[in-house]
Every structure is written in structure tokens, then in C-alpha cells.
């Protein structure tokens, strides 16, 4: 018989024996104690062990002595400090078109509802994506501009892109249709860029990274930054599963049909499967390609990034969702690059999680 490990808890035993329980039904109590009490220990030990743990909480001692010593903007750079460049829209680029060997593309990809009405937030962390980046195109569609790419060079996945109930959907949607077809990297638009992509020595084809301590958590591979090169078999296997998947979208939200959720079943279906069997896999939307996209077809090397790398903070993390929401947000402040860079060291992009959806 297995042993089994419980909590001794006196109040409990008081407790559940004034209640008539029995030795059985106490025990199970204190097990039920005891799972639980670990679960808190391992989310606390997991924020604790966290890189950045310690960088957080100095920044905030150092910042609130700066408040006390009467410094401008303590906390960091407000909204009205330059942050608002030109309010001119950003034209539409069409992508350079790529080959499906080499290096990954030189292109850097984002979306946002409109090229012209865009938070001042945003096209402040945009410009630190663009400066640090100079030889990358960087490109900016709206919702208009991702329909009009879906129905010319995807017409067979148009019905099910409209079909979605809710705009992110489409947002998510078509991240791997872009990757795909021109290879490049997707970053969303509350990102900062710390470090030129071109300084990170990648290895894989495709470039997914991940977040946290915590390997199990579903969501544990975010879709808010993703590298490719073009025409990768692991797209059409992502997208075979969002189609089969569509149908949950007006009951669900978009992690498990297009989100994070979906990435990290893809990314383990690819990792764990034999080639010949993902190819079958996605086979239903490799029918749907025109011949010059399946030609290009290659099962790549997938590449799985530390969570420092991209995601230096974790939204599930309570220290690093107290450190955006009530010491960044609530101030209505955005980092200096200066405090970006000792916060986050050896990071080259930092996502701040601002779920605008």
C-alpha cells in the first residue's frame, strides 16, 4: 500500500470531530490541506526563484526613493514626455518576398485595429522595435489590410477568418498565415525591444518562445513573439488545428482556438510525432495550398527559447502582475530604456501584457 502524506493539523482534527467525521474523512481532510498548501508553496517558490524577482522588487525601493527625494517622474516615463511621435498614418508595405532557405527574413511584422489611431503607449514601443532594428522591414498592418492578405493569398480560409466572433481571433489568426508565407518575426505591438533581433544567435527555423517557470502551464508558449522562416511545415499544422478548433470560438476565448493555448498543442504535437506523421497531419491544409507554396514545404528544426530571452515577465507571476498592473499602469508610465535595460538584462524583447483585447 502506498504511504500517504498529510498535513498534521490540530484545529482540523478538533474540528472535523465535533462534526462526527471519521478517521478516513479526516485524513482525506488533511491530504486536501496538504495538496493545497503545496500548490501555494510552488506558485510562491516559483516567483521567488523567478530572474527578475529581485530586480523588480529593488526597482520599486529605488524608484520610491527617488519619489521621496522629490525626482520628476520617479516612476518612470510618463505618456506626455515625448512618448506621442507624429499621429500620421504608418503606409501599408507589402513584405519583401522571400526564398525558403537561409537565415530567417529581415522582417519584422505587427497588427494593430488602425495604422493611424494608435495609442501613444504603443507607438512608443514600436519605435524601440523599429530603432534598434535598422535593417529589418518593419511593417504595420491594420484589420483591413489582414482580410484583404487572408482573401488574396488564403481565399480558401476566408469564411472560416469572418466567421470568428471577436477581433482578436483574427488578430491571432493570421500571425502563422504571415510567418508562413514570408517568414520574419511577429511581435506584438506592447512589446519593447531591448536588443537587435540580429545579436540573438538562433538555431532553429522556427523561433517560439517560452514563459515562466512553470512547463505545464497550457499557455506556457506565448504567440505574442514568433520567428520563421517561410513556407514551414509547422504552420500548416497549427493552421489544420485552428480550423478544426474554429468552431469553439463563440464558446471559448481565443487561447485554446488561436491563442497561446493552441500554440503550445501544436508545438508539442511537432516535437513529439514523427515527421511522416506531422506531414500527414496537416495534410488538409497542405491540400488547400497552391503548387508554388507547397513546393517550398520544409519540415524545420523548432526552436523553443528561454523565458528570458522574450518573456522576462509572467503575467501568471503575482509579483510581475502587481509590478504592471498598480506600479506601471496605474501611474500611467512606461519604463526608461536605462531601468528596461537593468531590469531585463540579457533580454532582447520584454512584453508587458496589456491584453488590450
Known amino acids: 500500500m ?78 506626455a514626455e515625448g512618448l506621442d511621435r507624429a499621429r500620421q498614418p504608418i503606409s501599408m508595405d507589402v513584405p519583401r518576398d522571400t526564398c525558403s532557405g537561409g537565415a530567417i527574413p529581415n522582417i519584422i511584422f505587427q497588427t494593430w485595429k488602425s495604422r493611424s489611431d494608435i495609442p501613444p503607449v504603443f507607438r512608443y514601443w514600436r519605435s524601440t522595435i523599429v530603432d534598434k532594428n535598422p535593417k529589418f522591414q518593419c511593417l504595420l498592418w491594420d484589420d483591413d489590410d489582414n482580410r484583404q492578405f487572408i482573401g488574396e493569398e488564403f481565399p480558401w480560409f476566408l469564411r472560416v477568418y469572418d466567421d470568428f466572433p471577436a477581433a482578436i481571433f483574427r488578430a491571432d489568426a493570421i500571425r502563422p498565415f504571415f510567418l ?50 517561410a513556407f514551414q511545415l509547422f504552420w500548416p499544422l497549427f493552421i489544420t488545428f485552428m480550423m478544426e478548433e474554429a468552431h469553439a470560438a463563440k464558446h471559448s476565448g481565443p487561447g485554446p482556438v488561436t491563442g497561446s493555448v493552441h500554440l503550445r498543442k501544436a508545438v508539442d504535437f511537432y516535437q513529439s510525432t514523427s515527421e511522416s506523421k506531422i506531414w500527414s497531419r496537416a495534410q488538409p491544409v497542405i491540400d488547400c495550398l497552391p503548387d508554388k507554396f507547397r513546393s517550398r514545404l520544409q519540415a524545420g528544426k523548432l526552436e523553443l527559447l528561454s523565458p528570458h530571452v522574450w518573456y522576462p515577465i509572467d503575467w501568471t507571476n503575482g509579483v510581475h502582475q502587481d509590478f504592471l498592473r498598480r506600479f506601471l499602469r496605474q501611474r500611467n508610465v512606461v519604463l526608461r530604456p536605462d531601468d528596461s535595460r537593468l531590469l531585463f538584462p540579457g533580454s532582447a524583447l520584454v512584453t508587458y501584457w496589456t491584453h488590450t483585447w
Open 2 to 79: 502506498k504511504s500517504r502524506v498529510v498535513l498534521h493539523s490540530p484545529e482540523l482534527d478538533i474540528w472535523l470531530q465535533r462534526r462526527g467525521r471519521s478517521d478516513d474523512e479526516v485524513a482525506s481532510a488533511e491530504t486536501r490541506e496538504t495538496r493545497r498548501l503545496w500548490t501555494d508553496w510552488r506558485a510562491i517558490s516559483s516567483w521567488l526563484l523567478h530572474g527578475s524577482f529581485v530586480r523588480i522588487i529593488r526597482y520599486q525601493v529605488v524608484a520610491l526613493w527617488r519619489r521621496v527625494r522629490g525626482y520628476d517622474n520617479a516612476y518612470g516615463m510618463s505618456l
Open 180 to 229: 508562413f508565407r514570408y517568414g520574419g518575426f511577429y511581435i506584438d505591438m506592447d512589446t519593447e525591444c531591448l536588443l537587435p533581433l540580429s545579436t540573438s544567435n538562433f538555431s532553429g527555423d522556427v523561433i517560439l518562445g517560452r514563459m515562466g517557470t512553470n512547463v505545464d502551464f497550457e499557455a506556457s508558449i506565448p504567440n505574442a513573439i514568433m520567428g520563421s522562416k
